[in-house]
């Protein structure tokens, strides 16, 4: 496989912190996604995607578990 972006062939599994909104909030969500080692650029596979859409639609209904793990501030 290759990055579409950058035409690089170091692609690898990775763990990482999904950010998603939900209002004022974002809530992290930990995926395990293919990242190009050379730009950055992460593939996600359909299951990854359907994490995705069920953490959104979960969120919507307040039905997720999430704990507090530090405060997205803003600066003024
Ligand atoms: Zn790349």
Do not use: F, P, W
């Amino acid at each position: 496989m290759k990055c579409v972006i950058c035409k690089g062939s170091d692609i690898q599994n990775k763990m990482i912190e999904e950010e998603i909104k939900s209002g004022r909030d974002i809530v992290l969500v930990a995926l395990d996604v293919l990242v190009c080692m050379n730009c950055g650029e992460r593939y996600y596979d359909r299951n990854t995607m359907r994490k995705i859409e069920d953490v959104r639609s979960r969120l919507k209904q307040k039905d997720l578990e999430v704990e507090e793990v530090g405060k997205v501030l803003r600066a003024v």
